[in-house]
Antibody
Framework: EVQLLESGGGLVQPGGSLRLSCAASGFTFSIYAMTWVRQTPGKGLEWVSGISGSGGRTYYADSVKGRFTISRDNSKNTLYLQMNSLRADDTALYYC?????????????????WGQGTLVTVSS | EVVMMQSPATLSVSPGERATLSCRASQSVYINLAWYQQKPGQAPRLLIYGASTRATGIPARFSGSGSGTEFTLTISALQSEDFAIYYCQQYNYWPPRTFGQGTKVEIK
């Protein structure tokens, strides 16, 4: 069974840092691209960042570029999101998700499995 | 950035009736579009990818159609567990992958 379990959220002051983790199980983690998506009541779902299976390619939304770093440790089946210079508008529920692979072996850039999310609150 | 627009914002439907949800992209995304269902307190669940391919385990009453800039999610006969918020997401031009603002399907 595919499982994704996020952790590391919490309350942090503006300008602070936080590292989120996403522990994966039930599939061959190293071959799947992974993403982080966040959700707020006001802005809905927002794609944050993505990383290839090997970790060699990373992608970011403009809103987090230069402040957030996505990475992965395939030996630990874990995805990370290092968040620096946090702002109030980074407050959200952060989900990790796995990119999909169809029955013909083609990848598609939509999340076929999601974790339950970890809440990040940026406030003084 | 591709802007995704969903309509209506809220759809009131009786159980057993058909629901039709729309999603429009600001430029062509071909068939690189997904639909998700989200219930309160839960993560999004993938329903459709490639505009019309049902994800694993998704009932046949969910169907997707469209290409280019206009897409539709149809739920043929709404069941109680289908009342939720539905989002579309394009993955043709990214980063960033972009979501619509959602359509809430509520009980009439």
């Amino acid at each position: 069974e595919v499982q994704l379990l996020e952790s590391g959220g919490g309350l942090v002051q503006p300008g602070g840092s936080l590292r989120l983790s996403c522990a994966a199980s039930g599939f061959t983690f190293s071959i799947y691209a992974m993403t982080w998506v966040r959700q707020t009541p006001g802005k809905g779902l927002e794609w944050v960042s993505g990383i290839s299976g090997s970790g060699g390619r990373t992608y970011y939304a403009d809103s987090v570029k230069g402040r957030f770093t996505i990475s992965r440790d395939n030996s630990k089946n874990t995805l990370y999101l290092q968040m620096n210079s946090l702002r109030a508008d980074d407050t959200a529920l952060y989900y990790c998700a796995r990119d999909g692979l169809d029955s013909l072996g083609s990848w598609y850039a939509a999340g076929d499995y999601w974790g339950q999310g970890t809440l990040v609150t940026v406030s003084s | 950035e591709v802007v995704m627009m969903q309509s209506p914002a809220t759809l009131s439907v009786s159980p057993g009736e058909r629901a039709t949800l729309s999603c429009r992209a600001s430029q062509s995304v071909y068939i690189n579009l997904a639909w998700y269902q989200q219930k309160p307190g839960q993560a999004p669940r993938l329903l459709i990818y490639g505009a019309s391919t049902r994800a694993t385990g998704i009932p046949a009453r969910f169907s997707g159609s469209g290409s280019g800039t206009e897409f539709t999610l149809t739920i043929s006969a709404l069941q109680s567990e289908d009342f939720a918020i539905y989002y579309c997401q394009q993955y043709n031009y990214w980063p960033p992958r972009t979501f619509g603002q959602g359509t809430k399907v509520e009980i009439k």
